[in-house]
């Protein structure tokens, strides 16, 4: 009897789209996934449940299900995608199917090469970005499906880490998938430390404005503190150069430093009234 080969469903997780792609090492080499959109216009726990059923459908042959992590980044709808990925893996537990979870970077990574869109690319949606060069590495156009892509990114992963373990020799023909799932599978121990020097150079917004006493205040959000000075100009000077000092302050008391880009401006400006 000929043997079963290893199969690896892809699942991208979507409300009103969900992509899936179930795919085998033959499928990879013959350009041949198979995919679909589980395209759906219900709501609540009726959708929920439509796209369990589906999932469930599709997971069946599966040897290894291949899911992307929590977004945690989204401003929107994360509740919602959090409650649906919890119904999914329910159901994957529950057919004891083995899950590996990946992040949206290491997807991006197999398919393009690059973890986040390059500058050079900043004319093109992310979408049609990661689709382009999808077809570029591997050959197969996925039109205007960007969630059945990335379900094929996803059931990619799986292939490599299939083949890290049982024929490591078989990834040198395939450079993406190696690189990803070395990097999945050893992870760095250590992230690599920021020095203060860093943080000196990081530029925070300084607002300056005029204030109560008759003087001027200039106030740094992603420090936490507010210099003054007689003018605006000097109480801007006095941010920039204590800056330092209250970088240092914050180290010594381990509290962290922010580094969120709402907090850069690069230019410190003065707000009149």
């Not at 469903?9 to 959109?37: F, M, N, Q, W, Y």
């Not at 292939?159 to 049982?166: G, V």
Request: glycine content about 6%; charged content about 30%.
């Amino acid at each position: 009897m000929p043997t079963k080969p290893f199969t690896v469903l892809g699942i991208d997780a979507s409300l009103t789209g969900t992509g899936l792609c179930l795919l085998t090492l033959e499928d990879v080499r013959e350009k041949t996934p198979k995919t679909t959109t589980l395209k759906n216009h219900l709501s609540g726990v009726p959708r929920l449940i439509y796209i369990e059923q589906e999932v469930e459908k599709w997971a069946r042959e599966a040897d290894l299900i291949v899911i992307e992590g929590y977004a945690y980044e989204r401003r929107f709808r994360r509740e919602a995608l959090g409650e649906l990925q919890g119904v999914i893996k329910r159901r994957l537990y529950l057919m004891g199917k083995e899950t590996l979870i990946v992040n949206t970077q290491k997807v991006k990574k197999v398919l393009t090469g690059n973890g986040k869109k390059p500058k050079k690319y900043k004319n093109i949606d992310v979408k049609k970005w990661t689709i382009q060069e999808t077809k570029k590495n591997y050959h197969m156009d996925f039109g205007n499906k960007d969630n059945e892509c990335d379900a094929f990114g996803l059931a990619l992963i799986g292939i490599a880490h299939y083949l890290y373990h049982r024929e490591p020799a078989s990834l040198e023909q395939y450079p993406l998938m190696k690189m990803v799932i070395s990097e999945i599978v050893n992870p760095s121990e250590k992230p690599s430390k920021r020095s203060i020097y860093y943080y000196y150079n990081l530029p925070y917004k300084i607002y300056v404005s005029p204030n109560e006493k008759g003087t001027y205040t200039a106030h740094c959000p992603g420090l936490d503190y507010s210099w003054e000075g007689n003018t605006p100009n000097e109480a801007l000077e006095n941010a920039l150069n204590g800056k330092k000092e209250r970088i240092r302050e914050l180290k010594a008391k381990k509290i962290r430093l922010k580094t969120a880009r709402k907090y850069m401006g690069g230019v410190s400006y003065i707000i009149k009234k």
